[in-house]
C-alpha cells in the first residue's frame, strides 16, 4: 500500500510512517521542513515539502497514494492566532479530502483528539460523549471533525476519525519529561 502521512516530523506522525515502512508500505511523508524529517530519510520514506495550507504542494503529494493518514497539526503553540490554528486543524481537513478524491484515493484517517471530549460527566464515556472542547486546540479539532465529515459526504471519499489520549514511547519528547519529573518528586500526579 501507498501511503500518505502529514504531522511526519512531530512525534505521532513519524512514529506512524515508520510503523507504515516497517510494515511494508510504501510511505510518502509530507513536511514543512524537509531537513528535520533526515530520520525519516535515512529509514527509505519519501520526504516531499508541503503546508497544510497550501493546496498545491498537498494535492501534489496525495498524488500516487492508496490512503492518507491525516496527522499534522497545531498542539497548543504559544503567541498563535485563533485563525491559525483554524486553518491547520480544520480548514485542512476538506482540503486533504477534496484533494484526495481528484487523486482517485479513497480513505482519508484523521488524527482529531480525546480532548474534544473536555471532562467526561459520566465515564467511560465512547465517540458518542458530548463536546466539550476546552481551549483553541480541541475547539479548532472539532470544527475539523465537522467539516471533514461534510466533505467526506460530498466527495465520497471514507473519512476515519481517530480520537488519541496522550501517545507516548520511545523518543516522546513531551511526556518522558513529565513522568521524569513525577518519578524525581518535581511533579504531583494525582488521580
Known sequence: MKALVTGATGFTGGQLALRLQKQGDQVRAVVRDPAKASALAAAGIDVV?????????????????????????LYRTAGLKASVYRAVNADAVPM????????????????????????????PANEDAPLRPGDIYQETKVLGEQLGREASAKTGVELVIARPSGIYGPGDRRLFKLFGGVAKGRFLLLG
Do not use: F, M, Q
Not at 515539502?49 to 499534522?72: E, F, H, P, Q, W
Not at 483528539?113 to 460527566?121: I, L, M, R, S
Open 49 to 73: 515539502k508541503g503546508d497544510l495550507t497550501d493546496r498545491a504542494s498537498i494535492a501534489a503529494a496525495i498524488a500516487g497514494v492508496d490512503v492518507v493518514y491525516n496527522i499534522g497539526a
Open 96 to 123: 486533504i479530502i477534496e484533494c484526495a478524491k481528484a487523486a482517485g484515493v479513497r480513505r482519508v484517517v484523521h488524527c482529531s483528539t480525546v480532548g474534544v471530549h473536555g471532562d467526561v460527566e459520566h465515564p
